[in-house]
């Protein structure tokens, strides 16, 4: 692993988004995840002249893990976008098949567009398992520390390594 300190000039940034499936809507059966509600959702207003780092993620619902992992159908996935573009700024879905509390991500990106935006979207489906009957709702909670970081040195040193496994800390 590699150890990366942003510049005392980064700002962490917390963002929690919150994704809602409702048993028989809009498919009969199960808790469906694919809706309008939970696509491109706001995560951040970004500014061109920052560079972003996602440190960590978490995940988790409003069921217990166990409930969660025994209620997979088809494995609810996070994608993240530029709000100009329509193609995903991360290549891969970021599977949501457990519950995660501080996983390091390590993911840099920036935008050269004014008023561009970061948005999130998760699909996916759980069953209904004798746990969950007579809950009408689950929401599945997101959250990412980032960092934003505008000093040009640091910036360029966090871009050497590549995405690789950093663990990042402000000093």
């Keep these: 692993m590699i150890i990366q300190r942003i510049s005392k000039t980064g700002l962490p940034v917390e963002t929690t988004n919150i994704f809602t499936g409702?048993?028989?809507?809009?498919?009969?059966?199960?808790?469906?995840f694919g809706i309008a509600g939970n696509t491109d959702q706001l995560v951040l207003n970004l500014n061109p002249r920052y560079y972003y780092l996602i440190d960590?993620?978490?995940?988790?619902?409003?069921?217990?893990?166990?409930?969660?992992?025994?209620?997979?159908?088809?494995?609810?996935?996070?994608?993240?976008?530029f709000s100009s573009k329509p193609n995903f700024i991360y290549p891969f879905p970021l599977?949501?098949?457990?519950?995660?509390?501080?996983?390091?991500?390590n993911f840099f990106f920036n935008t050269k567009?004014?008023?561009?935006?970061?948005?999130?979207?998760?699909?996916?489906?759980?069953?209904?398992?004798?746990?969950?009957?007579?809950i009408a709702t689950i929401k599945i909670l997101v959250s990412f520390v980032l960092y934003?970081?505008?000093n040009a040195e640091a910036?360029?040193?966090l871009f050497?390594?590549?995405?690789?496994?950093v663990k990042c800390f402000n000093q």
Excluded: H
């Excluded at 409702?22 to 469906?32: A, R």
């Excluded at 995940?59 to 609810?76: K, M, R």
């Excluded at 050497?160 to 496994?165: H, I, W």
């Design 22 to 32: 409702t048993f028989n809507n809009p498919t009969l059966g199960v808790y469906d």
């Design 56 to 81: 960590a993620v978490s995940l988790s619902a409003t069921i217990d893990e166990g409930v969660y992992l025994e209620s997979l159908n088809i494995n609810p996935t996070i994608r993240l976008r």
């Design 95 to 105: 599977p949501a098949i457990n519950y995660k509390d501080g996983l390091n991500w």
């Design 113 to 134: 567009q004014a008023n561009d935006r970061l948005l999130i979207s998760l699909d996916g489906i759980l069953n209904q398992v004798p746990a969950t009957v007579g």
């Design 148 to 150: 934003q970081e505008e």
């Design 155 to 157: 910036v360029k040193t």
């Design 160 to 165: 050497g390594t590549k995405n690789q496994s």
